[in-house]
Structure formats: C-alpha cells, structure tokens
C-alpha cells in the first residue's frame, strides 16, 4: 500500500505548486532540490517528496538523470483542461445556489471588491492571490465535496499564473465584472444564468 502522505509534505507541495502557478517558476524551469531545500527551509527527502507528489498532477516533469522542471502544458492540454472546467464548474451551479448562505454571498462580494480594488493599487500577483480566494470560497459553497474536490484540482492543472492569465488590463477588468455577475446569480438563486457566466469565466483565456 502506498505510504499516507504526512501534513508537513503535503503542505510543501501545496507551497511549491502555489509558486508554479502564481508564476515564480516558468514553464520549463528547472527545480534544483538544493535550492528549494534553502526556499522552503525543508529537508531533502521532504522536497523529493513533495515534487514526486507535483508530478504525478503534471504540474512538473521528472527527467531521469536530469532533475525536475516545470511541465510545459500543450496547447491540446490547456484546451482538454479547459473543457473539463466548463462541465465540471458548470455542473456545480445547482449546488451553489442551493446551498449559498448570506454569509458565504456577503464573503463572495467583498472578494469581488477586494479583486476590483486591485486593479489601481495592486501588482499581478495581488490580484492572483485574491482571485485564488473568491473560487476557492464559491466552492467551498458546495455540498458535493467531491464535486468540489475536483474542481479544485483542475483549477490546480490549468495554466493560471498572472503573466498568462492576465495579458491585458481589459481582461482583468473583464474577470472583475464576472466576478459581481457569478456573486449575483448566486444570490438570486439562478443555475442557469450562473452556469452561463461560469462557461464565459473560464473560456475568456481561450
């Protein structure tokens, strides 16, 4: 049976992949282990660990003999990965605005305010960190953790850091709208709109 990954490991992977996907690592780096040893004060065989654990979600690449670099994502991927999202995310409507409470609507909002406030005063990474924030709080709206769970996880696989994600200003401004809009049909309670500006949401970086 396979070893029960401990809290400490998979915290550093979390760490690792946070950093691959917030765009401190570009696709095709090389990830030397001794320097992460140093970047997340962790010991060799916990960093082995925790890239061993990225691998196996394609995040990096293991060449034998060689080390580990940050997976380089096909276009084909990238348009797979997407694909998934929309039905995975969109199928997750019915449940969100079945289960959303005031509480949870009001915590959506101020996220939204919070990502539309950046747009004058905060950098790429700002923005990535507070969007990270509003999708991870909407599904955990979910009743179905399992739902929730994979979506997660294919949010984890997509190309998402702030250089790619964002290339234009228009587009944040447009992810910032969508974000108001999602808030918005979730408090009226209505799927079907919600699953139209889900679908919109994740294919605007097509």
């Given at each position: 049976m396979p070893k029960k990954k401990t809290a400490g490991q998979s915290s550093l992977a979390d760490r690792i992949a946070h950093d691959i996907q917030s765009g401190n690592y570009g696709a095709g780096a090389w990830l030397k282990q001794i320097d992460m040893q140093e970047r997340y004060e962790a010991k060799r065989l916990d960093v082995r660990r925790a890239l061993d654990q990225l691998v196996h979600k394609r995040l990096i690449e293991h060449i034998p003999n060689r080390g580990y670099h940050v997976y380089a994502m096909s276009q084909q991927r990238q348009d797979e990965i997407r694909d998934i999202r929309v039905m995975l995310e969109t199928g997750a409507a019915a449940d969100l605005v079945a289960h959303a409470t005031q509480a949870r609507i009001k915590n959506l909002r101020a996220l939204a305010e919070r990502f539309a406030g950046l747009l004058h005063e905060g950098t790429l990474l700002?923005?990535?960190?507070?969007?990270?924030?509003?999708?991870?709080?909407?599904?955990?709206?979910?009743?179905?953790?399992?739902?929730?769970?994979?979506?997660?996880?294919m949010r984890g696989r997509a190309p998402s850091a702030p250089a790619?994600?964002?290339?234009?200003?228009?587009?944040?401004e447009q992810s910032a709208r969508e974000h108001f809009q999602i808030v918005e049909a979730i408090e009226a309670r209505d799927a079907a709109r919600l699953r139209k500006i889900i679908a919109a949401h994740i294919n605007q970086d097509a």
């Amino acid at each position: 049976m396979p070893k029960k990954k401990t809290a400490g490991q998979s915290s550093l992977a979390d760490r690792i992949a946070h950093d691959i996907q917030s765009g401190n690592y570009g696709a095709g780096a090389w990830l030397k282990q001794i320097d992460m040893q140093e970047r997340y004060e962790a010991k060799r065989l916990d960093v082995r660990r925790a890239l061993d654990q990225l691998v196996h979600k394609r995040l990096i690449e293991h060449i034998p003999n060689r080390g580990y670099h940050v997976y380089a994502m096909s276009q084909q991927r990238q348009d797979e990965i997407r694909d998934i999202r929309v039905m995975l995310e969109t199928g997750a409507a019915a449940d969100l605005v079945a289960h959303a409470t005031q509480a949870r609507i009001k915590n959506l909002r101020a996220l939204a305010e919070r990502f539309a406030g950046l747009l004058h005063e905060g950098t790429l990474l700002d923005q990535y960190e507070v969007n990270l924030a509003f999708h991870s709080a909407m599904y955990d709206i979910c009743s179905n953790r399992e739902l929730a769970s994979l979506i997660e996880d294919m949010r984890g696989r997509a190309p998402s850091a702030p250089a790619t994600q964002w290339w234009t200003r228009a587009r944040i401004e447009q992810s910032a709208r969508e974000h108001f809009q999602i808030v918005e049909a979730i408090e009226a309670r209505d799927a079907a709109r919600l699953r139209k500006i889900i679908a919109a949401h994740i294919n605007q970086d097509a």
